[in-house]
């Protein structure tokens, strides 16, 4: 059993898109075990988009509900409570699968306040791995989607975490960033979560042909090997499925780039837990 947060402070980075499609190719993967368990998604985000997409996406209001709930998770993590199963509704996604990605009620305007509110509590950092606490063996693995931060609600599911994955999208500054994430990561290791490990580095919206894309790959290569994780190459049909409120395995044909970087990544993801 995993829990998988996904970290970069860096916005648009492919953080959402890749905690979706992960989501559903290991609910899909868990769902042939026998007695298998679902995944459970976790949307740490204000911005909800990663809620959004798991519940029908952009175009229609399906997921209203699920982002105005009264009772949601947001609330009762500032209050100190743990989660229970009346917070957990099955998700959308995977679309063309019985076996859901199950998913939080949450709340937009609650989630807006949940750092500061997390701030005023006792051991702040801790809040979310107590919530978790009751409901974690319900489940195969955990994917966490954070905000494009370096705050209180990243630091919660760090600590809460098994393993980090960081998608980084390869430019001149890339590098900084990931050295940046490191630490954090080394940081919460030191001090409260020993046993958390950087599962790997995900080059994200990936254009080959950009010189410099190449030139950081080459890098990333020699300073982090052993963390690269397959390419998400940049395509149009990896944003439109998003939009659209559909999971790519769902949504483009086995045989299409994006099914395959996302299939590649799962494989990936699924051998370097196996290995752990
Ligand atoms: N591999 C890709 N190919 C094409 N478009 C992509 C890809 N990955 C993400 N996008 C698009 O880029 C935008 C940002 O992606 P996403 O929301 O996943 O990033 P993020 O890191 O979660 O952003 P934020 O930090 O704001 O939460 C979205 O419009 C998304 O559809
Ligand atoms: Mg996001």
């Known amino acids: ?10 916005g648009g980075v492919g953080k959402s898109t890749i905690s979706i499609n992960l989501a559903a190719g290991l609910a899909t993967r868990e769902s042939r075990k026998p007695n298998s ?5 976790i949307d740490m985000d204000d911005q909800l988009s990663a809620t959004i997409t798991a519940m029908g996406g952009g175009f229609d209001q399906a997921f209203v ?17 743990g989660a229970t199963d009346s917070l957990i509704i099955d998700s959308l996604i995977p679309r063309k699968r019985e076996e859901k990605v199950k998913l939080f009620k949450t709340n937009k305007a609650a989630m807006e306040g949940l750092e500061a509110q ?21 489940f195969a693995h955990i994917i966490i989607d954070n905000p494009p931060s370096a705050g209180m609600l990243p630091m919660n599911s760090l600590v809460a975490s098994t393993h980090v994955l960081i998608p980084i999208e390869p430019d001149g500054l890339s590098l900084i ?25 995900i080059p994200s919206r990936f254009r080959m042909v950009r010189r410099q894309a190449q030139d950081v790959i080459g890098d990333l290569e020699k300073l982090y090997g052993h963390l690269l994780l397959p390419y998400i190459k940049d395509l149009a049909e990896i944003s439109s499925a998003t ?10 044909s086995e045989s299409s ?18 290995d752990a």
Not at 181 to 201: F, H, K, S
Not at 243 to 249: E, H, L, P, W
Not at 257 to 268: E, I, K, T
């Open 177 to 201: 960033g990931l050295a940046d994430i490191l630490r954090m990561v080394e940081n919460v290791r030191a001090t409260t979560n020993p046993d958390l490990q950087v599962l790997g580095i």
């Open 1 to 10: 059993m995993a829990i998988i947060s996904l970290i970069n402070r860096k």
């Open 118 to 138: 997390l701030k005023t509590r006792d051991e702040a950092a801790f809040q979310l791995t107590y919530f978790l606490e009751p409901i974690v063996n319900d």
């Open 37 to 41: 368990k679902p995944v459970l998604l």
């Open 65 to 81: 509900p699920v982002i105005t709930a009264e009772n949601n998770y947001p609330t009762a993590l500032a209050n100190g409570y």
């Open 257 to 274: 780039q994006s099914y395959r970087c996302f299939s590649n990544l799962v494989d990936a993801v699924v051998g370097k837990l196996g």
């Open 243 to 252: 939009t659209a409120g559909y999971d790519v395995f769902s949504w483009a």
